[in-house]
């Protein structure tokens, strides 16, 4: 293929002197319509390959397009994704800070409560174990100013020594011995309570043992109490023996007149509180 160069330095031998060689120039004209003819045609392979170069070209700018508003819209959804995990992880933590805060109140509330309660329980068992003991103290006391027989009381207590046993009477070889008839006594002779002697009126209701007399103090059955019930104390109509006066003297407690109540209060007839 010629060159610009090659046909601008082209030189033709002249014949004589004057004239170009025919031949020589249509053999170089041939060369120049060949060489335009291969350019020509190479021009338009050029020309094919940039329109498709230009399609090319163009359908990237789509693609660009495209894959930037695809990007764009993967980084919006992204943004718009973390914003709402963010949103929601704030909302669950401030829920769960609340309800931990609810939690912890409604513990220290009931902690508060069991605390008022335990101790409002142990000043009603102290209380209570006070004006129990305070009563049961003023039932000893009572039971210990009941004036008692003693003529009675001698009479239990020999009755309750052993006999001493009859001594026995010598006789002599010759004296035959008349033996004595034994008289049978019933085994609950003794214990009839028909036997005892009645007991006074000052032991009325008292626990007896099974002799008919009554216990000791420190025999005596140890108070019991309950919530649902409260001591009762019901006055009984003196007993008045046949042959006495209407008017008999009645025996006061050196403790004076008591009452019972529901909250265990021992009060006198002038007011004043025994504490």
Do not use: C, W
């Not at 020589?24 to 940039?50: F, G, P, R, T």
Request: without cysteine; charged residues 35%; glycine residues 4%.
């Amino acid at each position: 293929m010629l060159n610009p160069n090659e046909i601008a330095n082209k030189r033709f031998d002249k014949v004589m002197g004057q004239k170009y060689r025919a031949d020589d120039v249509d053999n170089y004209l041939a060369q120049v319509a060949d060489s335009m003819n291969d350019l020509l045609e190479e021009k338009q392979e050029l020309e094919k390959k940039l329109i498709v170069l230009a399609d090319k070209l163009e359908e990237y700018k789509d693609d660009e397009e495209s894959l930037r508003s695809a990007l764009l819209g993967a980084q919006k959804l992204g943004d718009s994704v973390v914003r709402d995990a963010k949103a929601k992880a704030r909302d669950i933590l401030e829920d769960a800070e609340a309800r931990a805060n609810m939690i912890v109140e409604n513990a220290k509330q009931e902690i508060e409560r069991q605390q008022a309660g335990f101790v409002r329980m142990q000043r009603e068992v102290a209380t209570f174990k006070s004006k129990l003991q305070l009563v049961y103290k003023q039932h000893l006391e009572l039971i210990a100013s009941i004036p008692v027989d003693e003529n009675i009381v001698n009479a239990a207590m020999k009755k309750t020594q052993p006999k001493p046993p009859a001594p026995e009477t010598p006789t002599g070889p010759d004296e035959p011995s008349d033996p004595m008839p034994e008289q049978t006594v019933p085994e609950d002779a003794g214990d009839s309570p028909a036997d005892l002697p009645e007991s006074p009126d000052g032991l009325a209701g008292l626990p007896m043992e099974e002799d008919g007399y009554p216990l000791a103090e420190d025999e005596l059955p140890p108070l019991t109490y309950s919530e649902e019930e409260s001591f009762r104390y019901e006055e009984t109509e003196e007993y008045i023996p046949d042959g006495e006066p209407d008017e008999p003297a009645k025996h006061e407690s050196r403790f004076g007149p008591l009452k019972f109540g529901r909250e265990f209060d021992l009060k006198r007839n002038d007011g004043k509180h025994r504490r």
